[in-house]
């Protein structure tokens, strides 16, 4: 009855095959890069291929800066494959959050309870904020924890400043699908939307790369405000790091403000 | 408090189309209210604006006399609703569910989550999505019952119930109006709400065409009578029951020294039975009421009466 966040609890416990499967992937992904450093990207013979790949190859795919353990790190893990998994996780569970509520018909029943619109919507987008943040924190902790046996020489507050944008990333997608999925009921379009920011921030960034003709581009990129210092290498851009998780926030109150002003399961 | 639940010219739009037209009713606490209605008729728009699910473009509402919206989590803990069309996906027991449902509505008397499933027949260990239809409403019946609110809300609340449960259900509708509590709940055929109901509202096109008590619908209900008598002539049993008022439609059929005669009675049963007294029966048959098809005469305007009748009964089926 007193419990406190009652719909937090739920959304967060409920969900911990899909956190643990998404944890399991992304330390699967952590282990598969990182001790591959030595023989890969501190190399000569890799750096010689390197060099001999078409120039805005390496730059669309971050690859110039892989000869250091950070820019290694930062490039495939934090830029690659677990920038994908972090937004595939964080865009499917923000679509799910309200707008898969609502069009699967159980949050009907959740409204007709004890709670307020407003509740509802902060409570899960806390769940999503959680499960991000553990994610990054998996990350973060395996990182540190390859340091020295992959030779990566990554200073610890450089990782933390990268652990943070690559979780406010993520929860930029993340919190764009629940307040599309919030505000049309679907999830669809919250997964639709949610895609797009990290579809779309991505390759602005490849694209904005290429010359100063495109440059433009990158402003447009939440994933080049991120990256785009390369923060495992230099250090977080903390007003970046400001920007993205306020307009995350600034989402969240537009979701929970659409949702307490409509008919619900129309 | 008198009324647990009022409506004034409640009308809904959704976009152009408006599914209300100006519905009024009011529902005395402590009753049992039913509101029949064929599907589409309003009946859910209706409940859910109700629990501030969907709002109202226009009209007033209250509830326990609040306002649903202004009310709010305050006014939502004293209610119980069950929705028409009930979905529960997640991978979590009942036991799991029903807890959560706890933590937002109401206090839950200890044991009472157990009572109520044993009641229904209901295994709370099992995972929601793998129950069936009918079992999932019994799980939605005991998370709209198991707080006892002042008002609860059931949206076809036997739909997908075996017999059994159903009477079980209406036994548990009883003890809540004996404990006071109001009871609004919703139906596509009168025979679910009449062995619960004080009032039916009748419900079609989002327009409120009737309200009725059941025992008025009862006193004005048709019922059949079928009687065998030995010792009498076919002609003299038409013309004995020709005299009781009420009776019509008198059939007799003569055979072998004794008489069957069946005929329709509107209106009081002492008349007949004092007529009968004088007859030596062999059988008496005087059926209950049909209360549907009371009310099918108040559905089908008089234009729509006669040979097309039973089609008639059938769509409103």
């Given at each position: 009855m007193s419990t406190t966040l009652p719909l937090f609890r739920r959304a967060f416990l409920d969900s911990w095959r899909s956190t643990t499967a998404w944890a399991a992937a992304l330390a699967g992904a952590t282990f598969l890069y990182l001790p591959l450093y030595p023989s890969i990207g501190g190399s000569t013979e890799m750096q010689g291929m390197i060099d001999s790949l078409p120039a805005e190859m390496t730059k669309a795919l971050n690859y110039?800066?892989?000869?250091?353990g950070p820019g290694y790190t930062q490039a495939t893990l934090f830029g690659l494959l677990g920038f994908l998994l972090m937004t595939i996780a964080s865009v499917g569970w923000g679509a799910a959050a309200v707008g898969g509520d609502e069009e699967s018909g159980q949050l009907e029943l959740t409204l007709a309870h004890g709670v307020t619109r407003v509740q509802v919507v902060l409570e899960r987008a806390l769940s999503l904020f959680l499960r991000v943040v553990l994610l990054a924190a998996l990350v973060f902790a395996m990182v540190r924890l390859l340091n020295d046996s992959a030779h990566l020489a990554i200073r610890p507050d450089n990782l933390f400043g990268a652990a943070v944008l690559f979780a406010g990333l993520a929860l930029l997608s993340g919190t764009t699908a629940l307040c599309a999925g919030a505000m049309s009921g679907r999830r669809t379009y919250g997964l639709a939307a949610g895609a797009a920011v990290g579809v779309l921030g991505y390759t602005f960034n490849a694209v904005g790369r290429q010359s100063e003709d495109v440059g433009w581009l990158l402003n447009l990129s939440p994933y080049h405000w991120a990256y785009g210092n390369s923060p495992v290498v230099n250090g977080a851009d903390w007003a970046a790091a400001g920007w993205i998780w306020g307009i995350s926030a600034a989402l969240v109150a537009v979701a929970a403000f659409s949702v307490d002003r409509r008919d619900v399961g129309t | 408090m008198d009324q647990a639940i009022s409506a004034q010219s409640l009308t809904k739009k959704f976009g152009r189309r408006e599914v209300l037209h100006g519905v009024d009713f009011a529902v005395e606490a402590g009753s049992v209210f039913g509101v029949i209605g064929p599907?589409?008729?309003g009946k859910t728009t209706t409940m859910r604006c109700l629990l501030d699910i969907i709002r109202p473009t226009s009209g007033q509402v209250r509830v326990l006399g609040k306002d649903p919206r202004a009310g709010g989590p305050e006014l939502r803990r004293r209610i119980g609703y069950l929705p028409g069309e009930l979905f529960l996906e997640g991978r979590v027991t009942g036991r799991t569910l029903l807890a959560h449902y706890q933590a937002i509505s109401g206090p839950v008397p200890p044991g009472r989550i157990e009572d109520l499933a044993e009641r229904l027949g209901?295994?709370?260990?099992?995972?929601t999505r793998k129950l069936s239809k009918g079992n999932k409403q019994k799980l939605g019946l005991v998370q709209a019952f198991m707080h006892d609110p002042e008002l609860l809300v059931l949206d076809e609340p036997t739909s997908g119930l075996d017999p059994l449960v159903q009477q079980e259900f209406h036994a548990m509708v009883r003890e809540a109006q004996h404990n006071g509590q109001t009871i609004f709940l919703s139906s596509h055929v009168l025979s679910e709400v009449q062995q619960t109901a004080d009032t039916v509202a009748i419900l079609r096109d989002g327009r409120i065409i009737a309200v009725e008590s059941v025992s008025g619908l009862r006193e004005g209900a048709v019922r059949r009578v079928r009687f065998t008598a030995i010792g009498i002539t076919a002609h003299d049993a038409g013309a004995l029951l020709a005299g009781v008022p009420g009776v019509g439609h008198v059939e007799v059929l003569e055979s072998g020294g004794s008489i069957t005669l069946t005929a329709t009675l509107e209106g009081a049963i002492q008349p007949l039975v004092r007529a009968l007294g004088t007859l030596e029966l062999t059988d008496l048959v005087l059926a209950e009421p049909d209360l549907e098809e009371s009310v099918l005469k108040m559905y089908s305007s008089p234009a729509d009466a006669g040979p097309d009748d039973t089609e008639q009964r059938e769509a409103v089926r």
């Amino acid at each position: 009855m007193s419990t406190t966040l009652p719909l937090f609890r739920r959304a967060f416990l409920d969900s911990w095959r899909s956190t643990t499967a998404w944890a399991a992937a992304l330390a699967g992904a952590t282990f598969l890069y990182l001790p591959l450093y030595p023989s890969i990207g501190g190399s000569t013979e890799m750096q010689g291929m390197i060099d001999s790949l078409p120039a805005e190859m390496t730059k669309a795919l971050n690859y110039d800066q892989i000869a250091t353990g950070p820019g290694y790190t930062q490039a495939t893990l934090f830029g690659l494959l677990g920038f994908l998994l972090m937004t595939i996780a964080s865009v499917g569970w923000g679509a799910a959050a309200v707008g898969g509520d609502e069009e699967s018909g159980q949050l009907e029943l959740t409204l007709a309870h004890g709670v307020t619109r407003v509740q509802v919507v902060l409570e899960r987008a806390l769940s999503l904020f959680l499960r991000v943040v553990l994610l990054a924190a998996l990350v973060f902790a395996m990182v540190r924890l390859l340091n020295d046996s992959a030779h990566l020489a990554i200073r610890p507050d450089n990782l933390f400043g990268a652990a943070v944008l690559f979780a406010g990333l993520a929860l930029l997608s993340g919190t764009t699908a629940l307040c599309a999925g919030a505000m049309s009921g679907r999830r669809t379009y919250g997964l639709a939307a949610g895609a797009a920011v990290g579809v779309l921030g991505y390759t602005f960034n490849a694209v904005g790369r290429q010359s100063e003709d495109v440059g433009w581009l990158l402003n447009l990129s939440p994933y080049h405000w991120a990256y785009g210092n390369s923060p495992v290498v230099n250090g977080a851009d903390w007003a970046a790091a400001g920007w993205i998780w306020g307009i995350s926030a600034a989402l969240v109150a537009v979701a929970a403000f659409s949702v307490d002003r409509r008919d619900v399961g129309t | 408090m008198d009324q647990a639940i009022s409506a004034q010219s409640l009308t809904k739009k959704f976009g152009r189309r408006e599914v209300l037209h100006g519905v009024d009713f009011a529902v005395e606490a402590g009753s049992v209210f039913g509101v029949i209605g064929p599907n589409g008729a309003g009946k859910t728009t209706t409940m859910r604006c109700l629990l501030d699910i969907i709002r109202p473009t226009s009209g007033q509402v209250r509830v326990l006399g609040k306002d649903p919206r202004a009310g709010g989590p305050e006014l939502r803990r004293r209610i119980g609703y069950l929705p028409g069309e009930l979905f529960l996906e997640g991978r979590v027991t009942g036991r799991t569910l029903l807890a959560h449902y706890q933590a937002i509505s109401g206090p839950v008397p200890p044991g009472r989550i157990e009572d109520l499933a044993e009641r229904l027949g209901l295994d709370l260990d099992r995972h929601t999505r793998k129950l069936s239809k009918g079992n999932k409403q019994k799980l939605g019946l005991v998370q709209a019952f198991m707080h006892d609110p002042e008002l609860l809300v059931l949206d076809e609340p036997t739909s997908g119930l075996d017999p059994l449960v159903q009477q079980e259900f209406h036994a548990m509708v009883r003890e809540a109006q004996h404990n006071g509590q109001t009871i609004f709940l919703s139906s596509h055929v009168l025979s679910e709400v009449q062995q619960t109901a004080d009032t039916v509202a009748i419900l079609r096109d989002g327009r409120i065409i009737a309200v009725e008590s059941v025992s008025g619908l009862r006193e004005g209900a048709v019922r059949r009578v079928r009687f065998t008598a030995i010792g009498i002539t076919a002609h003299d049993a038409g013309a004995l029951l020709a005299g009781v008022p009420g009776v019509g439609h008198v059939e007799v059929l003569e055979s072998g020294g004794s008489i069957t005669l069946t005929a329709t009675l509107e209106g009081a049963i002492q008349p007949l039975v004092r007529a009968l007294g004088t007859l030596e029966l062999t059988d008496l048959v005087l059926a209950e009421p049909d209360l549907e098809e009371s009310v099918l005469k108040m559905y089908s305007s008089p234009a729509d009466a006669g040979p097309d009748d039973t089609e008639q009964r059938e769509a409103v089926r």
